[in-house]
């Protein structure tokens, strides 16, 4: 059904508007006739994907369109507002954009060798970036193999950054092969502001869900709370 038009009504540019796109080439230009949309977004293993909103106005207020991001690849998913540093633009034409990111786990990852552990020793604590964790929210951590009894520890220790702290008591000595680890933050609603963009990057979920809209003034991205936006971050001209 991608690209195709359903159903008989017509809130777009007349006739053999569609109703569903598929994005799935770098370089989308999105316009004021694509209000009411749902973009299907593939991320994909060839090279980031970006989609251009339209130029902030009055003419545009109310505009709105759904971003379901589908693709599970290693390249970024970059939403981009005119002007935006992110895409080629300065800090002094841009249109900023708010992000409201509904309640729920936000993930970071990290590829770490720790040390061989004697009984009783701590690894040198390691950090992982969260885009999005706040001091007050909670953390774990767990390698993507058998932690062999360890002893994991985690917590925020600053915005956006979470520490991980390996202990030993296992009576004998354990030295880990080299892995990722991957850290769950269970964060509150939270609003971003004046951001440049909105990135999705190597998100474990097949599916993301971003609502965009503006009053002409202002974009507002809202990530719903359980749209799986895991991997998110912005990047502020």
């Not at 989308?28 to 009411?36: F, P, R, V, W, Y």
């Not at 902030?56 to 693709?71: D, K, M, P, Q, T």
């Not at 509150?188 to 599916?207: E, Q, Y």
Request: hydrophobic share 40%; aromatic share 8%; with cysteine.
């Amino acid at each position: 059904m991608a690209n195709a038009r359903i159903g008989s009504a017509l809130p777009f540019a007349g006739t053999g508007a569609n109703y569903i796109e598929t994005i799935d080439t770098d370089g989308k230009q999105l316009i004021a006739a694509d209000s009411g949309k749902t973009f299907f977004c593939v991320q994909n293993d060839t090279a980031d994907v970006t989609c251009n909103l339209p130029k902030l106005s009055e003419s545009i207020a109310g505009w709105n369109v759904r971003f379901l991001l589908s693709g599970t690849g290693s390249n970024a998913f970059q939403i981009m507002p005119y002007g935006s540093v992110a895409g080629g633009g300065s800090t002094e034409d841009d249109d900023k954009m708010m992000l409201n990111r509904g309640a729920g786990p936000i993930f970071g990852s990290a590829a770490v060798d720790l040390a061989s552990l004697g009984d009783g020793d701590t690894a040198t604590p390691f950090d992982i970036t969260v885009t999005g964790a706040d001091l007050d929210d909670l953390a774990i951590c767990s390698p993507n193999i058998d932690a062999q009894n360890l002893i994991v520890y985690a917590n925020v220790r600053a915005a956006n950054t979470v520490e991980v702290i390996v202990h030993n008591e296992t009576g004998g000595t354990i030295d880990l092969a080299s892995t990722t680890w991957k850290v769950a933050v269970f964060s509150g609603n939270h609003v971003i502001s004046d951001i440049d963009s909105v990135k999705f990057a190597s998100w474990s979920p097949k599916l993301a869900v971003i609502d965009m809209c503006t009053d002409g003034t202002y974009w507002y991205a809202i990530c719903p709370a359980g749209s799986g936006a895991e991997g998110f971050s912005t990047v502020d001209g």
